[in-house]
């Protein structure tokens, strides 16, 4: 079912709070299966209750990739590309890019007179990586981050464990905000939701920066490759030996992929009986099953560009739509809205 | 003489180059005769032989005013009237405010990924003033002050000796952003001039901050008020001491508003023939004469808001375009402009 949704009338009479979230154009740009299954499959059912706003977030990608951009517009490509065939709606959600919505920059400039120095230096992301990472943008990289939620004035952001400080200095912006000028921004929370685990080759959470992962973009024969590449129970060398589920990452993923996997696979993996091998031939079906229509329709998006875009188009015209009409309020309540007060 | 100057065409054959100035809209906005001596006069010969962008930066003001902002619109208006009473011509040089173009807080986004944060934390405005102010804007100050200035591309900069580290850094991330990218930006150099030393009345130099100065918007009255209050030479307690005009802030503005303060002001101090009361009531009157066409052009403006408000509403849109021109060469060097690149 196709709503033409308008910001003004909801699809549906649910459809009551606003979502922002986002993901970063980094890598080649395409999603992997953790994000898929971790984060893009719960959007999907997300954007029939909300009012949904996903965003390419290409700024925040320039904290760390300032140096080398010019993959930088193939790769926010093939995140629309992924978003769009894991099933995002352009019609339910608006789909844009961060650096299209100038509005972003503006509220930033803006929260950043709100929030000290020592508040962000202190924050864990910024002094894990300050040795590499160094620069005033990098440090703002949370404030940034209100500025993306606060704009589409959301009340939910979903986000994992160790994004909840970024959501929780959104909200606090949001309140010192409200509290100095007047009320404009709702209180932003953050929106957990029961995620699949979904381990690398590794053993390591799936991401891009470890490379352990499984792209969507994958072949089904890269996809069996690299599934055989995965690391299992160190203690299984042998079929016949005894292995222990809970530490493999490829049951991990037999869980979301395997239908009755705790029944079908844990039990003869634990007596020796599954060998790894088989095991890990039944998860590249099972997965190449799954993945199989989302990959049909990032073949059919690929051969079409000028759709993709299109969809950027539209969604940078809705979201810069309900910015520009957040920023009204801001200046408003700011009392820097020097045109409007005119003529009051 | 009016020219119906354009961007694109220059109104004289030798207007080649770009400066762009600015003054926070703080304390009543309105500016005072150190501003309009060691500054203004200097712009309005400029604008004759440059392109001038003049900017009224709000969103600087905003680093130590954030949390009130309630008399922001008052305060720009009278920066406007005082630029305008100065003599600047907006057919000449575009008169805007910062908040009113979106694509200063969009460069100074881009160029905070740049710039690291040592190098902000070393800046000596920074360090003197960190115990009062310890925002992240305000760290970031000197990033958005060369995002003003890169973002007309400007060639010159016309500054006080305290700002020369300022325009220090916004030429090195202009260079940084050529390096890296390609060129787009000029390298701006600090513009001194001959200014004359213009003294509050406590002897520093005359500022707002201070309360130590003469605004323009004084009536001859309160002008005469004011220069009464002023410290001199704290040897020359009575008409008949020796007094030594060099450490005089009286003295200093007869240099300004007295011809031939070196022959007629300065030997009758020395040998202590002319009084402290006899000398400022001079000045005062010499002061008034001058100011007198600019305090009438004032009272002018002021009644007509109407025209000042279209004045910036105006030179914010030459601004804007401007600024959109600038902003779409760093998203061509940057490879960041979707839209483009895809019709290639």
Redesign the interface.
Known sequence: MTSNRTDTKPATGKRKETILSGMQPTGTGALHVGNLEGALRNWVELQEEYWMYCCIV??HA??AD??D??Q??DR?FQVAVDYLAGGLDPDKCAIF?Q??V?????L???F???????T??RLPTYREK?NDL???????YP??QAADICLYNAHKVPVGKDQEKHVWLAKDLAERFNT??RKVFNLPEALFREVPLILGSDGRKMSKSYDNHIPIEFTEKQTEKRIKSFFTDPNKKFQGDPGNPDKCPIFALHRVYTPGAAQEIAPPCRTGELGCVDCKMRLAGNLNDALRPVRDRRTELIQD?GFV?DV??TGGERARERAANTMEKV?DA???N??K??KK
């Open positions: 290409d700024l320039l904290t300032w140096q951009t010019k930088m517009k926010v890019v650096s299209e100038p509005q972003h920059a503006e930033h400039l803006i950043s007179m709100l929030i000290t120095v020592p962000l230096t300050k160094d620069s005033y943008g990098f440090l703002g404030v940034l100095t000028y560009p875009w950027l188009r200046r700011m009392k820097i020097y045109r007060s005119k």
